[in-house]
Nanobody, 134 residues
């Protein structure tokens, strides 16, 4: 497993911004498809945004479109920039990886996978809490 680690969560007021980071020291994260997921209390884990390792294409869920952006840099990190945050964005945010040699998958397919199916072919970080107050 890659031992992904998320950081950057916290508490902000409605309309504020946060930038989440997903990193690992085990492997080159750029070789892997990476996705951001979130789980609010009492709800199922859902895909927010995913990015391909092969062509850099991205998928972003309609609930955050225009407010969230996923990106990679050359320091083995994947980011989720979150702007115009709303109270309904409150959740634990997780990053996940899938190696492209284990599963041929588009970013949209990755983001719409059932969490248990993703666990069978990839791995998860431990999550970071994001709380948006009104």
């Amino acid at each position: 497993q890659l031992e992904l680690e998320e950081s950057g969560g916290g508490e902000v007021q409605s309309g504020g911004s946060l930038r989440l980071s997903c990193a690992t020291s085990k492997f080159v994260l750029g070789y892997y498809h990476v996705g951001w997921f979130r789980q609010a209390p009492g709800k199922e884990r859902e895909g927010v945004s995913c990015i391909s390792s092969t062509d850099g294409t991205t998928f972003i869920d309609d609930s955050v479109k225009g407010r969230f952006t996923i990106s990679r840099d050359n320091t083995n990190t994947v980011y989720l920039q979150m702007n115009s945050l709303k109270p309904e964005d409150t959740a634990v945010y997780y990053c996940a990886e899938i190696a492209p040699w284990k599963r041929t998958i588009t970013p949209q397919q990755m983001c719409t996978m059932r969490p248990e199916d993703l666990s069978a072919v990839g791995s998860w970080g431990r999550g970071t809490q994001v709380t948006v107050s009104s």
